[in-house]
């Protein structure tokens, strides 16, 4: 072993926690993302980041390249700018996330442990209860689907939505706010469920892909009312 090939114990301290502060600056912009404080198109720059977290410009800079690898911010001129899907690349991600979904819940219905059914059987009565407005319905949805991911007992699959629906963060607004949107999802979650719970695979994949084909219908009529406008 060579000496470039070893490092002290300070210096892998140092490491981790350059490492710590990038991830906790990707995930402070994602959630910004997420709950549209940062919105498609608007501009960043590392050193007011950097300012505005109280942490160096390297963690900063570590946070954009993961960002841009998943192709959340583009690089422009002076600094970063949230990336804009487009109309094409939001029907490609629904595509994938109804694979995946179905993939999740089919594993669930022949992986899920009796903790895990009682976890599903909350998420599913938390989203019907939530709070009637958009945003409430929004994280119940999303608690809802990851008590799947993780009934499905499958780290990779896991992995592949999270990254996913990291992507999906760029999406204006929610598809609960287009009308009769959040009914319907209450009737769906409870088909993905109740396959769950009967241990039918076919059923609950096939439930979960038309969850998720449903949602894209939702997401096209919102951008063909804004391109409406």
């Known amino acids: ?13 140092r490491g981790r926690g350059a490492n710590s502060r990038g991830s906790k600056v990707y995930q402070e912009l994602l959630e910004r993302m997420r709950n549209g404080m940062l919105k498609p198109g608007t ?3 590392e050193d007011e980041i950097g300012i505005e977290l109280d942490v ?3 963690p900063v800079r570590e946070a954009f390249n993961r960002l841009h690898a998943r192709g959340l911010v583009e690089s422009s001129r002076g600094g970063w700018t949230v990336a804009e899907l487009s109309r094409g690349q939001i029907m490609e991600l629904y595509a994938l996330r109804a694979v995946l979904e179905g993939a999740a819940a089919r594993f669930a219905a022949e992986n899920a442990q009796p903790a895990d059914l009682a976890a599903l059987r909350i998420a599913a009565s938390g989203f019907e209860k939530a709070a009637s407005g958009e945003t409430a319905r929004a994280n119940a949805n999303i608690v809802y689907h990851r008590t799947i991911y993780a009934a499905a007992h499958n780290a990779y699959l896991e992995r592949m939505l999270e990254d996913l629906n990291d992507s999906l963060a760029l999406l204006p607004s929610t598809t609960f706010s287009v009308s009769g949107r959040s009914q319907a999802a209450i009737a769906e979650h409870q088909a993905i469920t109740d396959a769950i719970l009967a241990r039918a695979p076919a059923q609950a994949e096939t439930s979960a892909r038309n969850h998720i084909e449903n949602a894209m219908d939702a997401r096209l009529r919102m951008l063909f009312s804004d391109t409406g406008r």
């Open 56 to 58: 160096s410009r390297t």
């Open 43 to 45: 501009r960043l720059r």
């Open 1 to 13: 072993m060579t000496d470039d090939q070893i490092s002290a114990p300070g210096q892998r301290a």
